[in-house]
């Protein structure tokens, strides 16, 4: 079992930066792989990227990787979403998310954070 929780959203200006935290109690095994969504009222939840945990190999959704980057610190067992030039459009709930396998879609995610709010004003 892990308990994942976030930290780190916020309000921004357009350009501006976060980065969010996701803090894993319980073993991350080194087979997990933490993923990083976003969802806007309405609509599912979007894939953003991930990261394996024990290797620290990233993938990322189309045109995320531009402003986005995944990291964790193993250490710390907390994992990272670094958010550069942000844009209105990025405005969303940001949930982290732990799956046993390199996975998009968040069907394959077995637990998942609370979630943080990411407002960006224009």
């Known amino acids: 079992q892990v308990h994942l929780v976030e930290s780190g959203g916020g309000l921004v200006q357009a350009g501006g930066s976060l980065r969010l935290s996701c803090a894993a109690s319980?073993?991350?095994?080194?087979?997990?792989?933490m993923g990083w969504f976003r969802q806007t009222p309405g609509n599912e939840r979007d894939f953003v990227g991930f990261?394996?945990?024990?290797?620290?190999?990233?993938y990322y959704a189309d045109s995320m990787n531009e402003r986005f980057t995944i990291s964790r610190d193993k250490d710390k067992n907390t994992g990272y979403l670094q958010m550069t030039n942000l844009k209105p459009e990025d405005t969303a709930i940001y949930y982290c998310?732990?799956?046993?396998?390199?996975?998009?879609?968040?069907?394959?995610?077995?637990?998942w954070g609370q979630g943080t709010q990411v407002t960006v004003s224009s």
């Open positions: 998310a732990v799956a046993r396998a390199l996975r998009t879609t968040s069907d394959w995610y077995d637990y």
């Open positions: 319980g073993p991350m095994l080194s087979t997990y792989v």
């Open positions: 990261i394996s945990w024990d290797a620290g190999r990233t």
